[in-house]
């Protein structure tokens, strides 16, 4: 089967730098994204990996560790449009779709 | 680039009713998704098509949803007949691939069932 671990909640201070663990397990493992959903919106597309290293986008960066089966997203610079709920999603080959993980809601606080 | 459209935004029905959700992708996508997001959780896949093809249905209760793409272009999603579990937000979800880490979402309908 496929199983994804987040934290519930993370809150922060504007300005600072927060991470967001994931970790996975799932056959036929492709690679991992990220998404974020503001309350009453969708979900966005952030970033992904399909290979081990860091990825960076403006003030978020993504990283994966295949043979660790864990990844995160690092959010820096925070800003308080950035309170948000944050979701990893895994894709594998032998299902081939995504699976969401329970979601890491962070709060940023002035 | 007009983005996922889906209607109608909010819908309340009392259990035993049916309902309707329609979703029009990003023109050109390929790949069209359903997804069940209740309160708290991530979304959960109901259903995705390649064109007019469906690719998953695993996790769709199929004695009361169904879902359709006739054209391979725009979606409805029923559900005959609601259950009180059912209250929760369809998502619609796009992407130009068969297998694509890169979904583009709707804003979803937010269904309660009293």
């Known amino acids: 089967g496929q199983s994804l671990e987040q934290p519930s909640e993370v809150t922060a201070v504007e300005g600072a730098i927060v991470q967001i663990n994931c970790t996975y397990q799932?056959?036929?493992?492709?690679?991992l994204s990220w998404y974020q959903q503001h309350d009453g919106g969708a979900p966005t597309f952030l970033s992904y990996n399909a290979l081990d290293g860091l990825e960076e986008t403006g003030r978020f960066s993504s990283f994966l560790s295949r043979s660790d089966s864990y990844g995160y997203l690092l959010l820096q610079e925070l800003q308080m449009k950035d309170s948000a709920s944050y979701f990893c999603?895994?894709?594998?080959?032998?299902?081939?779709?995504?699976?969401f993980g329970t979601g890491t809601r962070l709060q940023v606080f002035p | 680039e007009a983005g996922v459209a889906q209607s109608p935004r909010y819908k309340i029905i009392e259990k035993r009713q049916s309902v309707a959700f329609w979703c029009n992708p990003i023109s050109g996508h390929a790949t069209l998704y359903w997804y069940q997001q209740i309160l708290g959780q991530g979304p959960k896949l109901l259903i995705q098509?390649?064109?007019?093809?469906?690719?998953?249905d695993s996790q769709l209760p199929k004695d009361r949803f169904s879902a359709e793409r006739l054209k391979g272009v725009d979606s409805t999603l029923k559900i005959q007949p609601a259950k009180l579990e059912d209250s929760a937000v369809y998502l619609c979800?796009?992407?130009?691939?068969?297998?694509?880490?890169?979904?583009?979402f709707g804003p979803g309908t937010r269904l309660t069932v009293t």
């Open positions: 799932t056959s036929g493992f492709y690679g």
């Open positions: 999603a895994v894709g594998s080959y032998n299902t081939d779709k995504l699976i």
């Open positions: 979800a796009s992407s130009s691939g068969r297998s694509s880490y890169e979904q583009y």
């Open positions: 098509f390649q064109n007019n093809g469906v690719v998953d």
